[in-house]
């Protein structure tokens, strides 16, 4: 069996009592690097780690399908849900493809996105879009048509991947449109390192939102036009009569 | 202090090591009558609970505040991630408009929508949205708007509170419009009771989705138009070269 875990979003304690279980009885445990240090803790010196860099995915899963293939119970980790923008879908896509007789299993974790609001506040209490800036898999044409239906049609808005060194273009269309469309007053939360050491959060306005602040460790949530900020905390109201 | 705690889809296997042991320390635990009993061996004699029914929401949070207030930890709590058409929200939203000085923290939990995603395979690993159906809250017409936008935008769509015995023609409306807009093949996951007795898992397309089939219980997902189904798995492809 080759499990497909998400570890959540950093720290152990934001890991499902599930992933914990499975984590400690497998044989192989397959990882990008960053992420096999966060479950450090778990792992015994009886099970087999296997590593590699970032975008070496198809490497991981090559391996961990091998390791399973071979008899070994093995894991596959993603930081937050392995299902959001992790290793659930490649795993999935290559077993399928090259047909593989292999049983997989996703064990669901919480995901950064779910992690950056409660940091935050609620900010995701009403119907939100979970965003991608990165254009190494999407053509940007697309990833623009999502922002432009996001801020039209007044979705609270989470940004992975929302800017890094080489790319920073992405952000810069995505405030300039929303500010377009929303007030520049409507609040923005951003959230650095969620849940691991160094956890930064900054909660600030569309037209003040720090552009050069972010970076591929931050997640951005965008508020609706009914989102408020009080006490420190990013609201999106749902309509209760309170 | 006051806890809103997200116990996750269902079964405690899914619940986060933090929210465990909150829960196990807190004096007061107040929520819904369905989401106290699925933490009942989680409970010790020793805490009080407090419950009300469905749509009681406000009379939850006040005696919430009550508790936190006279002293007692407290800890309250929702299904799937409390800041996901949950609880946090709306405890935020009363702490402010009333000026309540007291301390709230958020602790996340895997959101039904990831739990149902990782029943169903991989259908959420490109740009998502989630979409509660429900007209209480919210008006329809605002529920139309962002419905359209999720169509046209190729969003993979998450639709919560899908359709109930009362409220029909949200669903019909969302089915006939994503057939406007996506082919009829367009693969659809429906998981019922994710992660409790009685999990039914249903995959079908646009065409055939079976809106009787439908309830509260239900959550439904919407593949993208590069969706599809291989060996029972629903899968949402990322451009990963594999």
């Known amino acids: 069996m080759l499990y497909i875990i998400g570890i959540g979003p950093g720290s152990n304690q934001k890991m499902t009592i599930e992933a914990n279980n499975i984590l400690q009885k497998v044989d192989v445990i397959v990882g990008y690097k960053t992420y096999l ?40 980790i993603s930081s ?20 593989y007789q292999i049983d997989v299993e996703v064990i669901p974790g919480v995901p950064a996105a779910n992690a950056a609001a409660a940091v935050l506040g609620a900010p995701l209490m009403h119907d939100y879009v979970t965003i991608s800036l990165s254009d190494i898999l999407t053509p940007w044409e697309q990833i623009k048509k999502r922002i432009k239906a996001a801020a039209q049609a007044d979705f609270v808005t989470v940004l992975y991947n929302p800017r890094s060194s080489r790319r920073k273009k992405q952000l810069n269309f995505t405030k300039e449109y929303f500010l377009d469309k929303r007030s520049p007053e409507t609040p923005v939360g ?28 931050s997640t951005v949530i965008i508020g609706n036009s009914q989102s408020y900020i009080s006490e420190g905390k990013l609201i999106t109201p749902r309509g209760y009569n309170l």
Do not use: C, F, H, W
Not at 51 to 65: L, N, Q
Not at 91 to 97: A, G, N, R, Y
């Open 37 to 76: 240090k966060l479950i450090k803790d778990i792992i015994s010196q009886n099970q087999i780690t296997y590593t590699s860099g970032m975008r070496e995915e198809k490497d991981r899963i090559e391996k961990a399908i091998e390791y399973t293939a071979a008899g070994n119970k093995t894991a596959i």
């Open 80 to 99: 937050g849900d392995a299902g959001v923008y992790g290793m659930a879908g490649p795993v999935m896509e290559l077993i399928t493809k090259k047909n």
């Open 190 to 217: 951003i959230v650095r390192n969620i849940s691991r050491e160094g956890q930064e959060k900054l909660l600030t306005t569309l037209e003040k939102l720090p552009l050069e602040k972010v970076d591929m460790l």
